[in-house]
Structure formats: C-alpha cells, structure tokens
C-alpha cells in the first residue's frame, strides 16, 4: 500500500507540474549528451596524438646544436650554432648507426603588412 501510494503522489505531482517536468527531463538529457560529447572528442583527440607521436617511430632521434646555456647571454648563441659535416662523421665514428639524417632549419623574422602591422613568424 505504501509504494503504491508513493507512485500515486509522483504521477500526480507530474501532472500538475507538467512544465516544470518537462524542463528538469530536458536539463538531464542535455547533461547527459554534454557529457558524452566532451568525452568522446578526448578520446578523439587523444587518439589523433597517439597517432601522430607513433608515426615519427621510436628509432627516431633528434639531435640540437649547441651546448646547455649557463647565462642569458648564451640563448641568443643556442639558436645561432649548427650541426657541421664534422659533427655527422663523429656521431658515424662512434657507431651510431644513422640510416639518414634530415636537416631542419628554423628561423624568427619580422613581417611588415601594408597596414602597418607587425608579425613574427
């Protein structure tokens, strides 16, 4: 009789406060979904990374010029230094075994538009 009498009063409350039901249904639903959503694109994402990091291969090895910085005055020369032929053929002296090497070079520069605004790229 009891949980009768709660299903009674619940269906009844439903009815009368038919909007205000309506409204907490959908403020669930859109809850709900928000959340499935967010979750799945950072799977999505995180699987997008996954990939990528995997694509460079594990026997990848980047190798920078230049020593560790001790002063301010030392990143300036960081960016500056370069591999040198030398530098391949001791790494090949030692047994380093490189299958092939990739130059990459990156620089900082300044870009005037007609407007007058300033980029670095």
């Known amino acids: ?8 009063t619940a269906l009844r409350s439903l009815r009368i406060n038919r909007s205000r039901s309506i409204l907490t249904i959908l403020g669930i639903v859109i809850g ?6 967010i979750i799945s694109l950072g799977e999505g994402a995180q699987r997008l990374i996954l990939g990528q990091v995997q694509g460079i291969g594990s026997r990848t090895i980047a ?3 230049g020593r560790q910085p001790t002063s301010p005055a030392d990143v300036a020369q960081l960016f500056s230094d370069s591999l040198r032929q030398k530098d391949i053929d001791t790494l090949e002296k030692k047994k380093m075994c490189l299958m092939r090497s990739l130059s990459c070079r990156s620089c900082s520069e300044r870009i005037r538009h007609r407007t007058g605004t300033k980029h670095t790229a």
Do not use: G, N, Q, T
Request: aromatic letters at 6%; glycine letters at 0%.
């Open 1 to 8: 009789m009891r949980f009768k009498h709660i299903i009674i």
């Open 63 to 65: 190798i920078l010029p």
């Open 32 to 37: 709900i979904a928000s959340i499935i959503l």
